[in-house]
């Protein structure tokens, strides 16, 4: 998905990130120029002043490889162009801001996306996000709509007897409040009788407080549909690796970029992500079954349980008697990822594949396909066609990729050769405008082998820096390096110029001739990808060299809504994973931790630079404990309380060793979120 932080008080940060789509992770910053920050390069020399230089023209090499791109296939697509139009009732405009009125989303903001592709975008992904630019309300058939182009993802109403079934609430509170009364504006005021969340992905559920209140919902006694298991991977994924994955996800979503021919234009799977508030409704039913029926508000639903490909959590349905079937994201109008850039566990390709097939036979009789993500299909046949290819698009990327293993292939050497068979390759709607095949081959890989290629001399390589500054040295010198660099740039190999410009810049930080050129690389790289993250990730790497990483992380407080419903336990998992265990080395603690307003009791203690937590006290003497209801230890976590304002007012209270306290909670790391990513 799109990443926020949760900081704890007294010295403790605890990450968490939002899972992402499709995942999108929630970025960490909206500006477009970011706060210039000067770290030190990790085990090099601090970088030199940032530069304001302004983003290079595409190159002769670059037009001709977009050229190349154009005459290779039908670009026009009139008939994807049509769809990605039918049924437009309404289409937005203007902003949607948040109570205090920071811009949560901005309609106009892809404006310029419009006519033929320049030269600084790969015409098939300017495909991809004109097609993406269709927003609005849209009619699907008698009794269903979506709304597109409010958030990342889309929201679906479904006619029901009393009112409407909503599937999938986007990413923000704010967002989908805004798709809703767009769709009482011009279909008529009616209240939310279901809430059906097809999967444990962020933006797909964050907006749940934007589409009932909770109050309401347990008074009229609305059902919230969701796969079982999600709960669990909605509050969890990704919490552990928050600062890490944050940082990665401003990369593939650009969020640091303009919006503009030479920045971000589009993620692929849909135009960006909705900065607003994050929040969760509990699910009152669980699909738990691997086909389940259940009528909503009149409507027949026939669920099947998809876990494990592309969400841990998921969810499809057909609706019978409105011969429609809801494919979730298991299916999109692109290539999706095995591997996605933020950073996550990769994806099993092969069980994506039968989760698909298994779709052609539940999607029978449906008249049209709708998915969570793009514009739906229409027509049996078209619909068949459409699925069967989607499941043979991974099949084939998993089998060729364990042929290739089975050969003594690396995962670097199969991504480099294996290319699609022209009758997939031909379909743009396959094409990696989110995944790629080059990274969807390295995660097969990685799914049976892991990161190891068997060669023996990448059991223990040096360390990144130290290797660059060996390399320079063998070169002849950074001079000599930045030559050979510049000559690859001259003819248009700007892979091996990025790759030379690494070392150097590894090397040494101050280089600023070798940072602007690898940024110029980067950014014909970045113009050249039809993977919209490959082009955000270049771009981004691009303004990093240039001005530095962002100074700060993003805000806390846009997932508050949502932490009341995470266990307790993930917490202090991240406790622990933000443990200082060099500085911890010999320490022997022992705390209690009571919720006064949940009954809970935890114990935490170190042993062996390792902190320990159970669901239960410590038996035997401790140092102390903290007292506290779950509500204020989750508003220190976040930042939002401080410690002796609690203590203070009696809201807290600590018993034995206050010292002991202090002490754990000042073993703890305080990852800032922002470390460099180019230039370390």
């Known amino acids: 998905m799109p990443t926020t932080f949760l900081r704890a008080a007294l010295a403790l940060s605890i990450p968490a990130v939002l899972a992402a789509c499709a995942g999108p992770s929630q970025p960490a910053a909206t500006a477009a120029t970011p706060t210039v920050a000067a770290p030190a390069a990790a085990g090099g020399p601090a970088p030199g002043p940032a530069t304001a230089a302004a983003p290079s023209p595409a190159t002769a090499f670059t037009q001709a490889r977009q050229a190349e791109v154009a005459r290779a296939y039908d670009l026009a697509d009139p008939a994807a162009a049509a769809d990605a139009r039918r049924g437009l009732i309404a289409a937005p405009k203007g902003q949607v801001r948040d109570a205090t009125g920071r811009v949560v989303w901005d309609f106009d903001g892809f404006g310029f996306v419009q006519g033929a592709a320049p030269d600084t975008v790969n015409p098939s992904l300017w495909r991809q996000a004109l097609l993406n630019n269709q927003a609005g309300l849209f009619k699907v058939r008698d009794g269903i709509w979506q709304l597109r182009g409010f958030d990342l993802a889309n929201m679906t109403l479904i006619q029901g007897r009393t009112g409407w079934i909503v599937v999938d609430a986007l990413t923000s509170r704010e967002s989908a409040a805004a798709a809703l009364a767009f769709a009482r504006q011009h279909l008529g005021d009616q209240p939310v009788t279901a809430l059906v969340l097809t999967h444990s992905h962020v933006d797909h559920f964050g907006g749940s407080l934007g589409v009932l209140d909770p109050q309401d919902a347990r008074a009229r006694r609305v059902p919230v549909v969701a796969p079982a298991g999600f709960m669990e991977e909605a509050t969890s994924e990704n919490l552990l690796a928050g600062p890490a994955m944050g940082r990665r996800a401003g990369y593939m979503y650009g969020s640091l970029l303009?919006?503009?021919?030479?920045?971000?234009?589009?993620?692929?799977?849909?135009?960006?992500?909705?900065?607003?508030?994050v929040g969760i409704l509990p699910p009152t039913l669980l699909i738990d079954q691997p086909t389940q029926a259940v009528t909503l508000d009149g409507v027949r639903f026939v669920f099947h349980s998809v876990p494990g490909a592309e969400a841990p959590a998921e969810l499809v349905f057909a609706l019978p008697d409105l011969q429609a079937f809801c494919g979730a994201e298991i299916v999109s109008q692109t290539l999706h990822n095995l591997y996605t850039l933020r950073g996550a566990k990769v994806r099993d390709g092969l069980l994506w594949s039968q989760h698909i097939d298994s779709a052609i036979g539940w999607s029978q009789g449906a008249e049209v396909l709708f998915n969570q993500h793009h514009w739906p299909v229409w027509g049996r046949r078209q619909i068949a066609d459409f699925l069967a290819a989607q499941r043979d698009l991974y099949r084939y990327i998993h089998d060729q990729t364990v042929r290739g293993m089975n050969a003594g292939?690396?995962?670097?050497?199969?991504?480099?050769?294996?290319?699609?068979?022209?009758?997939?390759?031909?379909?743009?709607?396959?094409h990696g405008y989110y995944g790629t095949v080059r990274h969807n081959v390295?995660?097969?890989?990685?799914?049976?082998?892991?990161?190891?290629?068997?060669?023996?001399?990448?059991?223990?390589?040096?360390?990144?820096?130290?290797?660059?500054?060996?390399?320079v040295a063998l070169a002849g010198g950074a001079e000599r390096a930045r030559a050979e660099a510049q000559a690859a740039y001259d003819r248009g190999d700007y892979r091996w110029a990025a790759e030379l410009l690494r070392h150097v810049v590894l090397a040494d930080g101050r280089d600023t001739a070798a940072r602007e050129l690898q940024a110029s690389a980067f950014e014909q790289l970045g113009y050249q990808a039809e993977s919209a993250p490959w082009r955000n990730f270049y771009l981004t790497g691009a303004q990093e060299l240039r001005r530095g990483p962002p100074a700060r992380a993003g805000g806390r407080t846009a997932v508050a809504d949502m932490l009341q419903y995470t266990p307790l336990?993930?917490?202090?998992?991240?406790?622990?994973?933000?443990?200082d265990g060099p500085r911890a080395d010999g320490v022997a603690l022992r705390i209690n931790l009571r919720l006064t307003d949940g009954g809970e009791a935890h114990g935490l203690w170190i042993e062996n630079a390792v902190l320990h937590h159970r669901p239960a006290p410590l038996d035997g003497p401790v140092d102390a404990t903290l007292t506290v209801g779950k509500v204020d230890f989750l508003r220190l976590l976040t930042g939002q309380a401080q410690a002796p304002a609690l203590l203070a007012s009696g809201q807290a209270r600590v018993e034995g060793n206050l010292a002991a306290l202090q002490q754990l909670f000042g073993l703890m790391d305080r990852p800032a979120g922002s470390f460099p990513i180019v230039t370390r």
């Open 569 to 579: 336990e993930r917490f202090l998992d991240a406790m622990a994973a933000s443990l």
């Open 258 to 277: 303009p919006r503009s021919a030479t920045g971000v234009v589009d993620t692929g799977l849909g135009k960006a992500v909705a900065l607003g508030r």
């Open 409 to 430: 292939l690396t995962a670097g050497e199969i991504a480099e050769q294996l290319r699609l068979p022209r009758s997939l390759d031909a379909q743009l709607r396959l």
């Open 442 to 471: 390295r995660a097969v890989y990685q799914h049976y082998l892991g990161w190891f290629d068997a060669h023996p001399a990448n059991l223990d390589p040096l360390p990144p820096v130290e290797a660059a500054r060996r390399y």
